[in-house]
């Protein structure tokens, strides 16, 4: 059941659920948090937490759904009147990045409580499959990008977040963090040497992160 078909006092409800255990999950994965921990931390009654969810493992995948949702409508905005496909892919690593900068407790939650979002079906993943399905008709990509391209750019983009959110690192070196994770990916896919360049260039990376990092801000 989603919250807008939610009474407005099970609605606060679920939302106190969902605050106490983003603050939980921020510091221990589900397995180390007990059900009495989490309605006790929200301040409900236990019966109602199994009236919004299944399980404690369903309730941190519903967290984890909830922060890949705000990521992908960053990627979309910031990708809103991009057509190359080779773009919008890099503009997804962009705004994961720009997301880990901003929202360091909620990605470190996504990364540590999100099932399945590294699966092709997944339907948050519909717009990196169709992007590199487009890179994939226009360039040369190395076989494996048909069969495991997706798996790999996902794997990119979550490692590059979880090395930004345990780093505290200046301004250039994450601009340059992220341009070499934005050439090495696309070199493993298989892409021209030319367009890694172009793609991966520090000064177009660094404009691309202050956007995404403002249109977070802007959302505020």
């Not at 901003?102 to 999100?114: D, F, H, N, P």
């Not at 360039?139 to 345990?166: D, K, S």
């Amino acid at each position: 059941m989603t919250s807008e078909a939610l009474s407005p006092r099970a609605a606060r409800t679920r939302t106190a659920l969902l605050e106490a255990g983003l603050d939980l999950l921020a510091d221990r994965p589900i397995d180390a948090i007990a059900i009495d921990e989490l309605v006790a931390a929200a301040g409900v009654a236990k019966g109602s937490f199994f009236n919004h969810f299944g399980d404690k493992y369903g309730f941190a995948n519903a967290i984890g759904e909830a922060i890949r949702s705000d990521i992908e409508a960053l990627i979309g905005a910031l990708n809103a009147d991009e057509d190359d496909p080779l773009a919008r892919l890099c503009g997804g690593m962009i705004g994961a990045a720009a997301f880990a900068l901003s929202e360091r407790k909620r990605a470190a939650v996504l990364i540590r409580s999100a099932r399945g979002m590294t699966l092709e079906q997944h339907v948050l993943n519909r717009g990196v499959i169709a992007d590199l399905g487009a890179v994939g008709a226009a360039h040369r990509l190395v076989p494996a990008a048909g069969r495991t391209g997706v798996l790999f750019w996902l794997g990119c983009c979550q490692a590059l977040m979880g090395g930004l959110i345990e780093k505290e690192a200046a301004r250039a070196e994450v601009t340059a963090m992220l341009s070499d994770m934005i050439a090495l990916g696309l070199g493993g896919l298989g892409v021209d040497a030319a367009n890694r360049a172009r793609l991966s260039d520090a000064v177009r990376v660094g404009q691309e992160l202050d956007r995404a990092i403002g249109l977070l801000n802007g959302n505020r």
